[in-house]
Each structure stands twice: as C-alpha cells, then as structure tokens.
C-alpha cells in the first residue's frame, strides 16, 4: 500500500516558515532549495514537508550564523556532499572504501568548521565591544552620580 506525501504550494511554504515568497524563489534560483519541487499543470511550485524541513534549516544557520548568501550556499552544498559520502559509506562493506570516505568527508567537514568559527570569532569580537561600552557607560554615570 502506497501513500501520497503531502505536497505545500510556496505561499504555504512562506508562512510555515516565515519567511516571503520571493525569498523562496530566490533560493530557488541560488540551488538553495527545488531540487524535489514539482509543479501541478498550473506551473505552480509543490513542495514536500522535506524541503520544508531543509528550508527552515537553511533559514536557521543564516539567521544563526549571520551567512551571506554565499557561505549559505557553501554550507548547503558541503552538507549535500556529507550526506552523499554518508550513503556511500553505509553501503560499502570494504574498510578500505570507507576510509576514504571518511578522508573525502574530512575536509570538508573543515571546511564548515572554519565558516562557523569565522562567524564565532566576528561575534565574540562584537560581544567584546559592547561590554567595553557597557564598562564606559557605567564609569560614566558613575562619574555623574558623584
């Protein structure tokens, strides 16, 4: 017995994530995210509840990380390779095809690692900013107090 996945038209998509439909399109157009839309004879987008869930995975890493659309498209990609080389290496029964699985996986992995430490360093540097401020504001309204 076969059933049906449910399938969301894109302003359905839109709201369940919050974000707009052109942003949609534009992921679209980046290779962010279509790669299982469909379209019904209207030419209108179906989406499957599983570009949703990487739809608001992709919305989460921006808006968490503070990505360009371009970092978003690395990790994106990166995570794509990951996911392949995961498959691969449940697959094979050979230790030697593993390895080099796991080797294929490592730098990219890293790669990922360095665009996340990137963003940690940016805001720890901003953090550090603000409590200095903080610091300069609290003396000076001790100054004031007097």
């Given at each position: 017995?076969s059933t049906v996945e449910p399938t969301f038209r894109i302003g359905e998509v839109a709201e369940r994530v919050g974000v707009t ?126």
């Amino acid at each position: 017995m076969s059933t049906v996945e449910p399938t969301f038209r894109i302003g359905e998509v839109a709201e369940r994530v919050g974000v707009t439909i052109r942003t949609i399109r534009y992921y679209e157009e980046r290779g962010l995210l279509g790669a299982s839309a469909g379209r019904t004879q209207g030419s209108h987008r179906l989406y499957t509840e599983a570009d949703v869930v990487h739809l608001q995975e992709l919305i989460r890493l921006r808006d968490l990380l503070g990505l360009s659309l371009e970092e978003l498209v690395e990790l994106a990609d990166a995570e794509e390779s990951r996911a392949a080389l995961r498959n691969q290496f449940a697959e094979s029964t050979s230790n030697a095809e593993r390895a080099e699985i796991v080797e294929a996986a490592i730098p990219i992995v890293e790669r990922q690692l360095e665009l996340v430490r990137a963003r940690q360093q940016t805001l720890d540097e901003f953090a550090e900013a603000l409590a200095e401020k903080l610091d300069r504001l609290h003396a000076r309204r001790a100054e004031l107090a007097g």
